[in-house]
């Protein structure tokens, strides 16, 4: 529950941070720290931006992550640095994937101990060469994770310098300078275990395994080197617990959080700005010699009258989701509470994922629509009220893939409920009892499901097209303009904390504490 604000006091702040997301709060909770004052403005009524907890269903004692829903890229280092009370919990499989081979329903399983992997490899493809591929893939993708997630929270290398760090011309090779998808048929033969490979290429990201802008390699990076590991965690009390520490860690060190405070406008010569907000008592303007906005590339530009970048446009379905039950399957080896405990890939196949592409491409919903789905009660059931739990319910969060928002601009709630439609039909083929059997209803008997297609969270969280990055994430390393932290804009004084920043994307905090590092330098340098 955010504090209401009291009214601002008329001064000038060492920093103005625009937006109260969790990239903001990173910023303002190390600027505050260090002794310097700041004010964080928000638009809406809360802090929390993309990266909160609520309870969207009337009546109903369940707090899901509404809108974002693992955590790998939050580095421990910020956790102990702003001495936050936030903790994750490693899922105990990594992902299950449903499909018929030979007329009789299977699936392959990755996680639950390596003997119980490798034989499900073995079950699935009929050989041993699909485990061994799978070490040796995701060999070189740990070493990759090793050598860069440490680096996101230092100055930015330059291309060469992490090249060198990598130290792995192969793995170089695989993921910087040719389409994963070379790397993903070089390595695997069988379609499934190809396309549960490809599908961390694909995340928030529209693009085939062979886009030659490489867009997939970058998605499929920062999804491969969260914590030096790879490993997706859920965090305990749900995504709102994390923003609620940091919010909380901000005004203990003296940051001042105002909520329903619209910035409107940024004016600065390089060395002092202004920035006019407003709010339910009308315009007002802080002073400040550093403005640090977390928001996106377009908000940045609308705010300095700069022209906007190219358009943006999010691609995915997220639709949240309350259970009476977890379903049964149709696969008789699949135990419900180890095959939703990870991600549950459906219509994730390699070729199904190419089809879906073209066919969004094209401008038709995919037939098959691909999505992948997590059941976080499973691994933290605090995020239920005690009835829910004791009478064994559960939620469901689904991440659609391939659902660009161009799709959705001919009528967006139909064309949503048609997309809903037909992606549960997918997850229905490998249930052994309709998912509509399981859903809760709500206090008004409505069944528990929310959905939000791109355009949904444009209107909502202002995405630019529902872009859940803000634009096509980045390289990890040095480009022109980036500065020496990748938060650099046209204005010295005026930096980018958002996800759209070099290295930003994910709930991480990582532009936070780099649009931080590069304020304290300045003002000491």
């Known amino acids: 529950m955010t504090p209401p604000t009291q ?21 303002a ?7 310097r004052s700041v004010l964080v403005l928000e638009r809406l009524d809360h802090t929390g931006g993309a990266a909160v907890s609520t309870r969207p269903f009337a009546g109903i004692d369940a707090r899901l992550s509404r809108y974002s829903y693992l955590v790998s890229l939050l580095p421990r280092k910020i956790v102990r640095d702003l001495d936050l009370d936030f903790r994750v919990r490693g899922r105990t499989v990594s992902s299950y994937t449903p499909v018929e081979r030979g007329g009789r329903p299977t699936g392959l399983l990755v996680g639950g101990g390596e003997r119980r992997t490798r034989e499900s490899f073995a079950r699935l493809t009929g050989s041993e060469r699909e485990y061994a591929a799978w070490q040796r893939f995701y060999g070189m993708t740990g070493h990759v994770a ?56 694909l995340i928030g990201t529209f693009a085939d395994a062979h886009d030659a802008s ?11 080197i969260g914590g030096g590991t790879g490993a997706w965690d859920v965090p305990v009390g749900g995504m709102g617990a994390l923003t609620d520490a940091l919010a909380g860690a901000a005004r203990a060190a003296g940051a001042v959080i105002a909520t329903g405070h619209e910035a409107v406008r940024v004016d600065t010569d390089g060395r002092a700005a202004e920035v006019t907000y407003r709010s339910a008592d009308g315009e007002g303007v802080a002073a400040a010699r550093h403005v640090l906005v977390n928001a996106s590339p377009r908000e940045l530009a609308a705010l300095t009258g700069q022209a906007p970048p190219p358009p943006a446009e999010g691609a995915q379905l997220k639709v949240n989701m309350l259970l009476t039950r977890l379903p049964a399957l149709r696969d008789p080896a699949a135990d419900p509470r180890e095959a939703f405990a990870g991600t549950f890939h459906v219509a994730e196949g390699y070729e199904q994922l190419a089809t879906a592409h073209a066919s969004a491409a094209a401008g038709a919903l995919p037939a098959a629509p691909p999505s992948e789905i997590y059941c976080h ?13 004791a009478e064994g319910m559960h939620t469901l969060t689904l991440f659609g893939l391939h659902a660009p928002a161009r799709l959705f601009t001919r009528d967006n709630d139909a064309v949503r409920d048609e997309l809903l439609k037909s992606t549960l039909a997918q997850l229905d083929a490998h249930l052994a009892e309709p998912l509509a059997d ?51 804009t046209g204005q010295p004084n005026v930096l980018l904390c958002g996800a759209g920043a070099v290295r930003g994307g994910g709930v991480s905090g990582v532009p936070g504490h780099n649009a931080a590092m590069a304020v304290l330098e300045r003002a000491t340098g």
């Open 7 to 27: 009214p601002l006091e008329s001064r000038t702040y060492d920093a103005v941070i625009v937006g109260g997301g969790h990239n903001g709060l990173v910023a």
């Open 29 to 35: 909770a190390y600027l505050a720290r260090a002794g």
């Open 146 to 201: 090793r050598r860069i997630f440490p680096t996101l929270t230092e100055p930015l290398p330059s291309r060469d310098e992490l090249r060198r760090r990598v130290d792995d011309e192969a793995a170089w090779r695989a993921l910087f300078e040719e389409p994963v998808g070379v790397a993903i048929e070089e390595h695997f033969a069988d379609d499934l275990v190809r396309g549960v490979a490809l599908t961390d290429a």
């Open 214 to 224: 490489l867009a997939q390699n970058r998605c499929f990076l920062y999804h491969v």
């Open 377 to 389: 009660s499973l691994t933290d059931p605090t995020i239920l009220g005690p009835e829910l739990a």
């Open 438 to 488: 399981c859903l809760a209803t709500d206090a008004e008997g409505r069944p528990c499901v929310e959905a939000r297609s791109p355009l949904d969270l444009e209107r909502d969280l202002r995405l630019p097209g529902g872009h859940i990055f803000h634009r096509g994430l980045s390289w990890p390393h040095a480009q022109d303009g980036t500065g020496r932290w990748g938060v650099a």
